[in-house]
Every structure is written in structure tokens, then in C-alpha cells.
């Protein structure tokens, strides 16, 4: 059975950090490519950032401020969000390709306010 399970969201102030993870069964984790999105209130989902391989990009919303990276011993992937704004208030989901198949997680809530 595939699990993608988030963790470590929360309330956090405008400026603060917060490290999300994701732990993952069910699938080969290791040659997975492994992603990062969100969905503020009243919008779409949005792409956040991508591990392919050793390889990340990330959306020019959240470049230099957030660290996607990957531990295949754990078969967990984390999103190190810095310098946090209200605009990155959402909530943010694992994504898992392997070949042409999908998995999702149930996301975890980011909320950034004073």
C-alpha cells in the first residue's frame, strides 16, 4: 500500500522557518522523483519544488528561501522553508512520480501571520 505522509506544518510568523517531511512507503522511493506543492485558500495547486536525482528546481516564488532534499535511507523527503511570508500560507502536499504514476499525500497546513 502507498503512503505519503507530511509532517511538521504549523503556525509560524512571518520571518520563521518551519521544516516540513514526508515519509513514504509502498513504492521505490529511491528512484522516485519527488516533488513539493501547495494550495493557498481559493486557488489552485501549485508546484513548490522538484528533486530529480541529485538535480532540485524550485518555483521562482520560493527560490532561495526554500531546500527541497531527500533521504533514501529514511525514504523521506523535506522542505526547509526560510524567511517565511503570509503569501506562503497553504497547504502543502508530497508528490511521488515513479514512471508514469502519481501519488499524493494528504498535505499538511502552513500558516504564516502575526
Known amino acids: 500500500q502507498v503512503q505519503l505522509v507530511e509532517s511538521g506544518g504549523g503556525l509560524v510568523q512571518p520571518g520563521g522557518s518551519l521544516r516540513l517531511s514526508c515519509a513514504a512507503s509502498g513504492f521505490p522511493f529511491s528512484t522516485s522523483h519527488m516533488s513539493w506543492y501547495r494550495q493557498a485558500p481559493g486557488k489552485g495547486r501549485e508546484w513548490v519544488a522538484r528533486?530529480?536525482?541529485?538535480?532540485?528546481n524550485y518555483a521562482d516564488s520560493v527560490k532561495g528561501r526554500f531546500t527541497i532534499s531527500r533521504d533514501n535511507a529514511k525514504n523521506t523527503v523535506y522542505l526547509q522553508m526560510n524567511s517565511l511570508k503570509p503569501e506562503d500560507t497553504a497547504i502543502y502536499y508530497c508528490?511521488?512520480?515513479?514512471?508514469?504514476?502519481?501519488?499524493w499525500g494528504q498535505g499538511t497546513q502552513v500558516t504564516v501571520s502575526s
Open positions: 508528490n511521488a512520480r515513479h514512471g508514469w504514476t502519481d501519488y
Open positions: 528533486m530529480l536525482g541529485g538535480s532540485t
